[in-house]
């Protein structure tokens, strides 16, 4: 059955933007992904946090739909990040990041889990993606995230994943220091021969880059009226990303039509997000508003060729 | 019949690049213009140049359906330009700025050019620009160009001329300072209550967001490989757009297909403007190369919704 794994990141953040404070709130990767994706397939999670993380917590992800079998407990406190927005929110400054029980995370695949038809390997450590890896089964797909961190601290570690992985997703400034390329064009084809057949570029507010088999494909970010804390859209884009592709995805090869339906339900889903803080506007939303804002996007791109 | 008025500058740029450098080569925002709307319909050109403009430079206008009535020679030195863009292309730095003959530049409308049915008012004083309406007699549509320096400077004019205008294309900072706004969508719609029915604003690298009466159009630049020379990329695309747009726009009001393919069209011939200095790739650019280049945009950001 079709069902995605995802590993990264839970974690509680204390955001600062221009509009307000939250503290303490959920976040991190793996549960702005698990969200995202739940919406179009069952999600397999697997994290760790602390003895201080919420039932309440718990029973938000449960309620979508997200396996909590290999979310992790163990003695001592949940990943923390604190951050702060510049008054535009095109720039943020971490104030604190408090690894906690996340510093010595060994991903553990639950044998239920080892069958996932699709397998999302979060921003961790390049050589704990491939372990992930080595414990699934014959996945359709393998979706990867990484960052500036492990692009210049394990790099060799990093190649080794990158030649397993399907879809990579990144941001345009990663993809450019991974490839030693400035241009986008270039940067891109340079990292889909490390071994991703797919590089899915975001550019935050300037949208999604995407290079595949069949060239490239771009889509704007929906241009909101109020964007309220940016937090987590990344990982809310390659949840939504993912999700619709697995909820489509034959056993085949990579489809491009729906490739690029998964690039636009992405930027849809991370569109919500950005409207709350936390995950309060995703936990909210609704199959109907998805596919209301889906169309929006069609509206906001197409254009007839005469 | 269907022309372009088009007034603004002519001018000899000295540009740096991370590739090389041009020395007084053509440049200015109505040559771009000029050369980009050709392509579609016969251009008007009004603006002044010295004596030391040279002939070659009048002959690759005028082989190009550009009519030179309105090219006024004075006495003097042409307006002249120096820059030096950074090492990515993103930022530029001018090094010289001297007006010369366009310091005292007064657009003097021929007669056989007051029944032009489009007008495109470049970036020249606002007042300069109303006094170019009161000389022609009934355009179906007038494009408006503008820049900090009149936002900032002569903001009365400014709003004056707008209110006459029925597209303003200016790029994102300038929208965000016309209107006082951060928020593009806000920015939007504060200019589109000054006057001009659209608004097109041009992104650079990021594309064009045009927002109109039937909401907000989006289009990427494409993504190139080389890019070359950024200089002349924004009047470029107001040449593609409005010629476009003069060729396929009957008597009656904006229509919005029309309006999105002129966006694409500006696109395309911006995307062909940064492949090398000067005009030197637009004046030996084909319509099928165009054409081509046109239907790749299509490709690069059309999907399927089901």
New interface residues.
């Given amino acids: 059955m079709t069902s995605i794994l995802v590993v990264g990141s839970v974690a509680y953040d204390t955001v600062e933007t221009p509009f307000g404070t939250a503290e303490r709130v959920l976040g991190g990767s793996a549960s702005f992904f698990s969200i995202a994706a739940s919406f179009f397939v069952p999600v397999r999670l697997v994290a760790v946090v602390g003895s201080d993380f919420e039932q309440k917590h718990v029973d938000a992800l449960a309620a979508h739909r997200v396996d909590l079998e290999g979310l992790e407990r163990v003695e001592g406190k949940t990943f923390f990040w604190a951050g702060r927005y510049s ?2 929110l095109n720039a943020r400054e971490t104030l604190r990041t408090d690894l906690n029980v996340f510093e010595s995370f060994k991903p553990r695949i639950p044998q239920g889990y080892r069958s996932s038809s699709h397998v999302f390997l979060g921003n961790i450590h390049p050589s704990l993606q491939g372990e992930v890896l080595d414990q699934v089964e014959r996945p359709r797909l393998v979706a990867c995230d990484t960052m500036n961190y492990w692009i210049e601290g394990t790099p060799r570690e990093l190649r080794e994943t990158l030649k397993r992985v399907d879809v990579l997703l990144i941001n345009d400034a990663e993809a450019r220091q991974l490839s030693g390329e ?5 940067a891109a084809r340079a990292v889909r021969k490390m071994g991703p057949r797919v590089l899915v570029m975001k ?1 935050g507010e ?2 999604v ?1 995407m290079f595949g088999e069949q ?6 970010a929906y ?5 309220f804390d940016p937090t987590g859209a990344g990982d809310t884009f390659a949840g939504g990303f993912l999700g619709y592709l697995a909820s489509v995805q034959g056993t085949g090869a990579l489809d491009e ?1 729906a490739l ?2 998964a ?2 339900m992405g930027s849809t889903l991370a569109s919500f997000c950005v409207e709350a803080f936390s995950l309060d506007r995703l936990l909210k939303l609704t199959r109907a508003e998805i596919d209301q804002r ?2 929006l996007f ?9």
Avoid: C
Wanted: hydrophobic content about 45%; proline content about 8%; charged content about 25%.
């Fill in positions: 008054y535009d400035w241009n986008i064009v270039k550019k300037h949208g880059l060239g490239a494909f771009s889509a704007p241009p909101l009226e109020e964007v039509a690029r339906r690039v636009v889906f169309a069609r509206q906001l791109t197409h254009f007839d060729p005469a």
